[in-house]
Structure formats: C-alpha cells, structure tokens
C-alpha cells in the first residue's frame, strides 16, 4: 500500500520565519509534487521533481523554493512566510506515468 | 499553455439520480486522465482513470468517456448516493513532462438524500 506521509497536519508561524515543509514516500516513486489548495481556487503546482536534485517550477513558485536530496523526500520551504502563504498544502507522488497519490496535507496559518 | 477546463463548478443532485461531470483539456498530445474525489477534510484519492487508447472505462458506478477528436473526457455517476457527496477533479498528462497532472478546477458535487 503506497504512503505519502506530510510532517506535520497543522504548523502556525509568524510572518518572517523561515518553515520547512517535509513529504516522504515509500514506493520509490520518481516524481514528487507539491501543491497548495484554497477555497475555490482548485489545486496549484508549486514545484515539481522528477528525479534526486532536479526540480521544475510549477505554476505558482513565487515565495516558495524546494529541495531533494533522497529519492523518497521532498522538502517545501517558505524563505520568509507571509500571510498569503496561509493556505492547505499537499504533497503528491507518482510513478513515471502511473498513478499519483497524495499526502495528506498541512494546514498552515501564518500570523 | 496547457490547460484543463472543468464544469459545472458545483453541482446538486436528488439521491439516485445521475451526475455528470465534464472536462475539456488543450493539449492534443495529453494521453492519461485520471479523476480524483476529495471528501471533506481529507486528501485527493483517485476514483478511475483512463488512457488515450481508450474511449470509455467503468467501475460500478463510475464511468469515464474520452473522446480524442474533440478532447474533452467526463465522469458519470450513475444511482448517486449521499457519500458521493465530495469536490472532484480532473487532470490530464502527457509522456515526458516529469509525470506533471493539470488539473481542473474542481466540481462540488451534493447528493440530497
């Protein structure tokens, strides 16, 4: 059974701070995504990799870098939150072309 | 660039009934569309996909059509039940672009008991 695992479900930071967002996977899966979700907005990409050390902006990276150093974790990184960074962000992996699974979230709220 | 088109955005449906859900995407070269249905709180899960080489595919009460030419593919509900209640989504990809999904925008689907 694939698990995509999200540090944590909830984190709150202050505007300013520096917040790592972590993902793993156990299925060794090539590519890994994350995504953010607002109310009506449907989901983003952010960043993408498809392999250890490579890495593809998505539609959204702006305020947002990331880092893959294992083949089975993707790291998210906020240099600097901002409020509008306040949002519900999922990561995702997939298997060349098979099916994507998903994390199950971190709601982040920043003050 | 690329993009998938989805609609309606919300949808209510007596229980029992059908529920259609339709996506149009932009990119001829697309050749996997997976649908995912995400209930409340909880994460995206995939519910059927289909490759390109394939017009129509069903899984009970499920089923997904594609048709190439016009490049739009749907999602039935037949015998809607009140925990099909959920937002649902539609993505497209393509060979060798890191494995990426565009996705739709998302349809609330409501099943009234």
């Known amino acids: 059974d694939v698990k995509v695992t999200q540090s944590s479900r909830y984190l709150v930071k202050r505007t300013g701070e520096k917040v790592f967002l972590e993902c793993v996977q156990d299925m060794d899966h090539e590519n890994m995504f994350w995504y953010r979700q607002d109310p009506g907005l449907g989901l983003r990409l952010i960043y993408f990799s498809y392999d250890v050390k490579m890495k593809e902006k998505g539609d959204i990276p702006e305020g947002y870098s990331v880092s893959r150093e294992k083949k089975e974790r993707f790291s998210l990184i906020l240099e600097s939150a901002s409020t509008n960074q306040t949002s519900m962000y999922l990561c995702?992996?997939?298997?060349?072309?098979?099916?994507?699974?998903f994390g199950p979230g971190t709601r982040l709220l920043v003050l | 660039g690329e993009n998938v088109e989805q609609h309606p955005s919300t949808l209510s449906v007596q229980e029992g009934d059908s529920a259609v859900i339709k996506c149009t995407y932009s990119?001829?070269?697309?050749?996997?569309f997976p649908w995912y249905k995400q209930e409340l709180g909880k994460r995206p899960q995939l519910i059927i996909d289909?490759?390109?080489?394939?017009g129509e595919k069903k899984d009970q009460r499920i089923a997904v059509t594609l048709n190439k030419t016009a490049k739009h593919f749907s999602l039935h509900i037949t015998e809607t039940q009140p925990e099909d209640s959920a937002v649902y989504f539609c993505?497209?990809?393509?060979?060798?672009?890191?494995?990426?999904?565009?996705f739709g925008q998302g349809t609330e689907l409501s099943v009234k008991p």
């Open positions: 993505a497209a990809s393509k060979a060798n672009q890191g494995g990426k999904l565009i």
């Open positions: 995702a992996s997939r298997p060349g072309e098979g099916t994507q699974y």
């Open positions: 289909i490759r390109s080489n394939v």
């Open positions: 990119d001829s070269a697309s050749n996997y």
